[in-house]
């Protein structure tokens, strides 16, 4: 009797410090990485099992070598690799909808201008930049012309976070956050329950906010010309490029992003190209993309005004808000 | 001497939940603590993704990586910044001084990465910068 009563205790103490154990330790340790890829800082949570971690690591890892064109390879190389050429098709299906803004084979102009990538960029000469602006083409289906370069940098990230998306569904992850700095993916619901909080960057300093996005999992990508851009002359250039004069846009607007419900197809590779292209536009077209129930927006303007239809943003304490839908 | 066919008693089943409760507060303590208990507001050093230094935001000071990494980042009055830097681009120097929880100075070209870490002063629990 008094040895079954110890058994007895003995069982049910190992039965609560499962109990206990497994209630605590439901959501892990979500795994974490860091790296410099796709040209910037880029940070995954995966909170999921390692297999799936790993999946999302060394898949990223593969998008970034197949896409870059820093290996000295020749355009008709990488659209022969199975990313390049989805990469290249899907940039000129957008085109067919949205216009030329962007425009992936405008690799000789990005490295005329040399803004992200060197060291000393300086104001090319009208020449140079006529040769550059020769070697593109505004169809999929044109030959290439002498000195074609392809340039994914206004949508690789969001390709990534696509694929990303993808893998982490594969592998049954609870939640995780894939920052490429620029484009996100927010995926899958927080061991908490609690909704994702993105921050947008104040556009003026480059530190601090101009306000927070609380969203459900989704794609979400901003495009500025604050962070990246040179002075010559007591005048900015910014690291996008205008695909018309092919000199940097000068674009009235500070900031723009752009959010995508995560269920979205090609939600990543369309948030990405279409906060470079609103950016690019401007407020003149504004009113168009902030109607558009397809995405939502949030553009700040050069005098730090804020148009949104999104309804989850909050703008901090000193920003106006001049248009919320 | 009681039926013991019986295979859990009312006594037994006390005991039972009475261990079950001690195991489980057991265990939740020390998760719950760590929350409370203050942590001094860090910056975490990377270069190339990996940490290099851990430096407290509660006193000033210079870290000086420039023969390995060729930065130099300043604390003062509980912000760091970039100090000096041998990148060329000088976004990282241009980015100024940060404190908030999650904010970052990224330097590309060095592949170096300054966060904030534990600021309970500006925890604004973001899961994302977008930049």
Redesign the interface.
């Given at each position: 009797m008094r040895r079954n009563k110890i058994l007895k205790i003995t069982a049910a103490a190992c039965a609560a410090l499962t109990l206990g154990s497994c209630s605590l330790s439901y959501a892990g340790k979500p795994h974490t990485y860091n790296d410099f890829l796709f040209d910037t800082y880029v940070n995954y949570t995966v909170g999921g099992s390692e297999d799936v971690f790993n999946d999302v690591v060394n898949g990223l890892y593969n998008i970034e070598e197949d896409l870059s064109r820093y290996y000295n390879d020749k355009p008709e190389y990488i659209i022969r690799r199975d990313i390049g050429s989805v990469c290249y098709e899907k940039a000129f299906a957008l085109n067919e909808i949205y216009g030329d803004d962007i425009n992936v084979t405008c690799g000789a102009l990005t490295d005329l201008w040399g803004i992200s990538t060197n060291y000393d960029p300086r104001v090319p000469d009208d020449e140079d930049i006529q040769a550059a602006l020769d070697t593109m083409i505004n169809s999929p289906d044109e030959d290439f012309p002498e000195g074609m370069e392809l340039d994914f940098g206004a949508v690789s990230k969001g390709y990534a976070c696509d694929e990303a998306f993808k893998l982490l569904k594969e592998g049954g992850a609870e939640y995780a956050v894939v920052d490429l700095s620029s484009t996100t993916l927010l995926y899958g619901e927080k061991p908490d329950g609690s909704r994702f909080r993105a921050a947008v960057t104040d556009p003026f300093s480059g530190v601090g906010y101009a306000g927070i996005i609380e969203t459900d999992a989704a794609f979400i990508s901003t495009s500025g010309g604050y962070e990246r851009y040179f002075e010559a002359d007591g005048k900015r250039y910014c690291h996008i490029l205008d695909m018309k004069t092919g000199r940097p846009v000068e674009t009235d607007l500070s900031s723009v992003t752009v959010i995508l419900p995560a269920d979205a197809e090609d939600g990543g590779f369309k948030s990405d190209y279409l906060s470079t292209l609103i950016f690019i536009q401007g407020t003149e077209s504004l009113s168009k993309w902030l109607a558009d129930e397809d995405f939502q927006v949030i553009a700040i303007d050069a005098d730090g005004k804020i148009y949104t239809d999104c309804g989850g943003f909050t703008a901090e304490k000193g920003w106006e808000v001049a248009y919320a839908g | 001497m009681q039926d013991?066919r019986e295979l859990?008693k009312l006594k037994?089943i006390i005991?039972?939940l009475l261990?079950?409760a001690v195991?489980?507060a057991?265990?939740?303590v020390p998760?719950l603590t760590a929350k409370e208990a203050k942590i001094p507001a860090e910056a975490v050093i990377?270069f190339?993704?990996l940490l290099v230094e851990r430096v407290s935001l509660e006193k000033d000071g210079v870290y000086e990586f420039y023969e390995l990494y060729g930065m130099k980042f300043t604390v003062e009055n509980g912000e760091i910044y970039v100090s000096e830097s041998n990148?060329?681009?000088m976004?990282c120097m241009?980015?100024?001084?940060?404190s908030?929880n999650?904010?970052?100075i990224?330097c590309?070209?060095n592949?170096a990465?300054v966060i904030i870490e534990n600021s309970t002063d500006y925890d604004?629990?973001?899961?994302?910068?977008?930049?």
């Open positions: - | 013991d859990f037994d005991i039972i261990i079950a195991v489980t057991g265990l939740l998760e990377k190339e993704g990148c060329g681009d976004t241009r980015t100024g001084k940060i908030r999650g904010e970052a990224i590309v070209p592949k990465a604004d629990n973001l899961d994302v910068i977008l930049r």
